[in-house]
Protein backbone atom coordinates (compact mmCIF):
# COMPACT_ATOMS: atom_id res chain seq x y z
CA UNK A 1 0.00 0.00 0.00
CA UNK A 2 1.64 3.44 -0.81
CA UNK A 3 1.02 5.76 1.42
CA UNK A 4 0.47 9.62 0.90
CA UNK A 5 0.03 10.97 4.49
CA UNK A 6 2.72 9.16 6.22
CA UNK A 7 6.09 7.40 6.22
CA UNK A 8 7.11 4.28 7.12
CA UNK A 9 10.51 3.15 7.51
CA UNK A 10 12.17 -0.31 9.74
CA UNK A 11 15.86 -0.20 10.49
CA UNK A 12 17.37 -2.96 12.89
CA UNK A 13 14.45 -3.69 14.33
CA UNK A 14 12.53 -0.55 15.17
CA UNK A 15 10.27 0.57 12.78
CA UNK A 16 9.43 4.62 12.26
CA UNK A 17 6.07 5.97 11.49
CA UNK A 18 6.02 9.75 10.94
CA UNK A 19 2.93 11.41 10.27
CA UNK A 20 3.60 13.16 7.04
CA UNK A 21 1.53 16.37 6.49
CA UNK A 22 3.58 19.28 7.60
CA UNK A 23 1.84 21.84 6.25
CA UNK A 24 -1.03 21.19 7.98
CA UNK A 25 0.69 20.63 11.51
CA UNK A 26 0.26 16.51 10.27
CA UNK A 27 -3.31 17.10 11.41
CA UNK A 28 -5.08 13.87 11.42
CA UNK A 29 -7.60 13.45 8.64
CA UNK A 30 -9.55 9.84 7.89
CA UNK A 31 -7.37 9.09 5.36
CA UNK A 32 -4.38 9.59 7.45
CA UNK A 33 -6.14 7.12 10.13
CA UNK A 34 -6.78 4.34 7.63
CA UNK A 35 -2.66 4.28 6.34
CA UNK A 36 -1.83 4.77 10.44
CA UNK A 37 -4.41 1.71 10.93
CA UNK A 38 -2.63 -0.12 8.16
CA UNK A 39 1.43 0.68 9.21
CA UNK A 40 -0.31 -0.38 12.98
CA UNK A 41 -1.42 -4.24 11.59
CA UNK A 42 2.18 -4.74 9.80
CA UNK A 43 3.72 -3.66 12.76
CA UNK A 44 1.52 -6.11 15.06
CA UNK A 45 2.21 -9.21 12.59
CA UNK A 46 6.34 -8.18 11.48
CA UNK A 47 8.29 -10.24 14.17
CA UNK A 48 11.32 -8.41 13.05
CA UNK A 49 9.80 -5.12 14.39
CA UNK A 50 10.73 -5.07 17.92
CA UNK A 51 9.44 -1.62 18.73
CA UNK A 52 7.80 1.19 17.29
CA UNK A 53 8.23 5.15 17.43
CA UNK A 54 5.51 7.67 16.33
CA UNK A 55 6.68 11.37 15.33
CA UNK A 56 5.51 13.97 13.13
CA UNK A 57 7.45 15.97 10.35
CA UNK A 58 8.91 18.84 10.78
CA UNK A 59 9.99 21.40 13.38
CA UNK A 60 6.63 22.55 14.61
CA UNK A 61 4.09 19.57 15.45
CA UNK A 62 3.58 16.02 16.27
CA UNK A 63 0.34 15.87 15.85
CA UNK A 64 -1.55 19.46 15.80
CA UNK A 65 -5.48 17.58 16.18
CA UNK A 66 -8.03 16.40 13.86
CA UNK A 67 -9.00 17.72 10.85
CA UNK A 68 -11.33 20.67 11.47
CA UNK A 69 -12.79 21.10 8.02
CA UNK A 70 -13.51 17.74 7.94
CA UNK A 71 -14.89 17.53 10.93
CA UNK A 72 -17.04 19.78 10.55
CA UNK A 73 -18.23 17.75 7.24
CA UNK A 74 -19.20 14.53 9.40
CA UNK A 75 -21.95 16.07 11.86
CA UNK A 76 -24.23 14.07 14.28
CA UNK A 77 -25.24 11.41 12.00
CA UNK A 78 -21.12 10.25 11.44
CA UNK A 79 -20.27 11.18 14.40
CA UNK A 80 -19.70 7.93 16.64
CA UNK A 81 -18.32 6.05 13.64
CA UNK A 82 -15.60 9.32 13.19
CA UNK A 83 -14.96 8.73 17.22
CA UNK A 84 -14.74 4.64 17.04
CA UNK A 85 -12.41 4.69 14.05
CA UNK A 86 -10.00 6.88 16.00
CA UNK A 87 -10.51 4.69 19.33
CA UNK A 88 -9.57 1.61 17.05
CA UNK A 89 -6.42 3.16 16.23
CA UNK A 90 -5.25 4.52 19.43
CA UNK A 91 -6.67 1.01 20.82
CA UNK A 92 -4.57 -1.25 18.29
CA UNK A 93 -1.38 0.86 18.99
CA UNK A 94 -1.47 -0.08 22.73
CA UNK A 95 -2.24 -3.34 21.99
CA UNK A 96 0.29 -4.06 19.38
CA UNK A 97 2.26 -6.47 21.53
CA UNK A 98 5.58 -4.57 21.38
CA UNK A 99 6.38 -1.04 22.93
CA UNK A 100 5.90 1.91 21.12
CA UNK A 101 7.24 5.48 21.94
CA UNK A 102 5.85 9.02 20.73
CA UNK A 103 8.88 11.12 19.64
CA UNK A 104 6.79 14.11 20.43
CA UNK A 105 8.75 17.16 18.64
CA UNK A 106 5.95 19.70 18.85
CA UNK A 107 2.43 20.42 19.76
CA UNK A 108 0.84 17.08 20.47
CA UNK A 109 -3.23 18.40 20.63
CA UNK A 110 -6.77 16.80 20.61
CA UNK A 111 -6.13 13.76 18.27
CA UNK A 112 -2.36 14.27 18.33
CA UNK A 113 -2.30 14.16 22.31
CA UNK A 114 -4.37 10.91 22.49
CA UNK A 115 -2.34 8.96 20.09
CA UNK A 116 0.52 10.38 22.30
CA UNK A 117 -0.82 8.94 24.99
CA UNK A 118 -1.87 5.52 23.26
CA UNK A 119 1.89 5.23 23.23
CA UNK A 120 3.88 2.83 25.68
CA UNK A 121 6.10 5.62 26.64
CA UNK A 122 6.25 9.80 25.97
CA UNK A 123 9.71 11.45 24.54
CA UNK A 124 9.51 14.57 24.12
CA UNK A 125 11.34 17.30 23.07
CA UNK A 126 11.88 20.70 25.25
CA UNK A 127 9.47 22.56 22.81
CA UNK A 128 6.50 20.08 23.01
CA UNK A 129 3.13 21.04 24.27
CA UNK A 130 0.38 18.60 24.70
CA UNK A 131 -3.40 19.62 25.39
CA UNK A 132 -6.84 18.57 24.74
CA UNK A 133 -8.02 21.55 23.72
CA UNK A 134 -11.71 19.95 22.00
CA UNK A 135 -14.05 21.59 24.95
CA UNK A 136 -13.04 25.07 23.43
CA UNK A 137 -14.76 23.79 20.04
CA UNK A 138 -17.82 22.54 22.05
CA UNK A 139 -16.64 18.83 21.98
CA UNK A 140 -14.63 16.23 24.08
CA UNK A 141 -11.64 14.06 22.97
CA UNK A 142 -13.36 11.17 21.30
CA UNK A 143 -9.85 9.13 20.49
CA UNK A 144 -9.81 7.82 24.28
CA UNK A 145 -8.17 11.23 25.66
CA UNK A 146 -10.59 11.06 28.75
CA UNK A 147 -9.64 7.43 29.48
CA UNK A 148 -6.47 7.45 29.32
CA UNK A 149 -4.94 10.64 30.91
CA UNK A 150 -7.24 10.11 33.82
CA UNK A 151 -5.42 6.56 34.13
CA UNK A 152 -1.90 8.11 33.50
CA UNK A 153 -1.82 11.48 35.53
CA UNK A 154 -5.46 11.05 37.57
CA UNK A 155 -8.92 12.29 37.46
CA UNK A 156 -8.22 15.91 39.28
CA UNK A 157 -5.72 16.92 36.97
CA UNK A 158 -7.19 15.51 33.72
CA UNK A 159 -10.26 17.49 34.46
CA UNK A 160 -8.28 20.50 34.79
CA UNK A 161 -6.77 20.25 31.48
CA UNK A 162 -10.29 19.37 29.70
CA UNK A 163 -11.89 22.36 31.09
CA UNK A 164 -9.38 25.27 30.85
CA UNK A 165 -8.38 23.86 27.62
CA UNK A 166 -4.62 25.16 28.47
CA UNK A 167 -1.58 23.10 26.75
CA UNK A 168 1.22 21.82 28.99
CA UNK A 169 4.71 22.12 28.47
CA UNK A 170 7.36 19.64 27.90
CA UNK A 171 8.75 20.06 31.95
CA UNK A 172 5.29 20.35 33.30
CA UNK A 173 4.37 16.95 31.57
CA UNK A 174 7.25 15.60 32.57
CA UNK A 175 6.59 16.31 36.26
CA UNK A 176 2.87 15.22 35.93
CA UNK A 177 3.69 12.16 34.19
CA UNK A 178 2.43 12.74 30.72
CA UNK A 179 6.18 12.00 30.05
CA UNK A 180 9.06 9.89 30.30
CA UNK A 181 11.76 12.59 29.59
CA UNK A 182 12.99 15.70 27.92
CA UNK A 183 15.27 15.95 25.78
CA UNK A 184 17.13 18.24 23.22
CA UNK A 185 14.96 18.46 20.02
CA UNK A 186 17.99 17.86 17.94
CA UNK A 187 18.41 14.66 20.35
CA UNK A 188 14.86 13.36 20.14
CA UNK A 189 15.05 10.82 17.64
CA UNK A 190 18.37 9.46 18.69
CA UNK A 191 16.99 9.22 22.26
CA UNK A 192 14.09 6.82 21.29
CA UNK A 193 15.90 4.94 18.77
CA UNK A 194 18.47 3.97 21.36
CA UNK A 195 15.43 3.23 24.12
CA UNK A 196 13.50 1.11 21.04
CA UNK A 197 17.35 -0.38 20.57
CA UNK A 198 17.17 -1.40 24.39
CA UNK A 199 14.13 -3.05 24.53
CA UNK A 200 14.90 -4.64 21.07
CA UNK A 201 17.53 -6.80 23.00
CA UNK A 202 15.11 -8.00 25.28
CA UNK A 203 12.92 -11.52 25.18
CA UNK A 204 10.44 -10.90 22.83
CA UNK A 205 7.73 -12.79 24.07
CA UNK A 206 8.43 -11.41 27.81
CA UNK A 207 7.72 -8.29 27.04
CA UNK A 208 4.67 -8.58 24.83
CA UNK A 209 3.54 -10.24 28.24
CA UNK A 210 4.86 -7.53 30.66
CA UNK A 211 2.76 -4.91 28.32
CA UNK A 212 -0.16 -7.37 28.46
CA UNK A 213 0.21 -7.97 32.54
CA UNK A 214 0.39 -4.13 33.28
CA UNK A 215 -2.44 -2.97 30.75
CA UNK A 216 -5.25 -5.65 31.59
CA UNK A 217 -4.21 -6.10 34.89
CA UNK A 218 -4.12 -2.32 36.01
CA UNK A 219 -7.62 -2.11 34.37
CA UNK A 220 -9.30 -4.80 37.35
CA UNK A 221 -8.82 -5.73 40.80
CA UNK A 222 -5.56 -6.81 42.53
CA UNK A 223 -6.06 -10.08 42.97
CA UNK A 224 -7.04 -10.80 39.52
CA UNK A 225 -4.17 -8.72 38.30
CA UNK A 226 -2.00 -11.04 40.55
CA UNK A 227 -3.49 -13.91 38.89
CA UNK A 228 -2.95 -12.49 35.58
CA UNK A 229 0.84 -12.09 36.63
CA UNK A 230 1.14 -15.36 37.32
CA UNK A 231 -0.66 -17.45 34.46
CA UNK A 232 1.90 -15.26 32.14
CA UNK A 233 4.81 -15.67 34.39
CA UNK A 234 3.99 -19.16 34.20
CA UNK A 235 3.77 -19.32 30.60
CA UNK A 236 7.32 -17.55 30.01
CA UNK A 237 9.01 -19.66 32.01
CA UNK A 238 8.21 -22.98 29.82
CA UNK A 239 9.68 -20.40 26.77
CA UNK A 240 13.27 -21.43 24.88
CA UNK A 241 13.37 -17.57 25.63
CA UNK A 242 13.86 -18.54 29.16
CA UNK A 243 15.95 -20.92 28.97
CA UNK A 244 18.17 -18.82 27.12
CA UNK A 245 18.36 -15.97 29.28
CA UNK A 246 18.85 -17.94 32.64
CA UNK A 247 21.56 -19.72 30.86
CA UNK A 248 23.34 -16.64 29.50
CA UNK A 249 23.17 -15.65 33.13
CA UNK A 250 24.67 -18.51 34.81
CA UNK A 251 27.52 -18.33 31.91
CA UNK A 252 27.85 -14.73 32.43
CA UNK A 253 26.84 -14.13 28.69
CA UNK A 254 24.58 -11.93 26.42
CA UNK A 255 21.55 -13.97 25.75
CA UNK A 256 20.22 -14.60 22.16
CA UNK A 257 16.68 -14.78 22.18
CA UNK A 258 14.90 -15.58 18.78
CA UNK A 259 11.01 -15.23 20.49
CA UNK A 260 10.11 -18.67 21.10
Known sequence: MGYENIIYDVEEGTGVLTINRPD????????????ILHVLSIVKTDDGVKALIVTGAGQKAFVAGA????????GLKGGLDFSRKGQGMT????????PS?????????????????????RILSENAKL??????????????????????????????????????????ALQMG???????????????TA??????QKAPLAV??????????????????????????????????SEEGIKAFMERRKPSFTGN
Open 91 to 98: RLLEELGK
Open 195 to 200: VAGKIA
Open 24 to 35: KLNALNAQTVDE
Open 208 to 241: KMALMAVNHGAETDLESGLFLEAALSNILLGTKD
Open 178 to 192: LANMVVKSEELIGTA
Open 101 to 121: IAAVNGLALGGGCELALACTF
Open 131 to 172: GLPEIALGAIPGYGGTQRMSRIIGKSRTLWLLLMGDMVSAQE
Open 67 to 74: DIPEIQRI
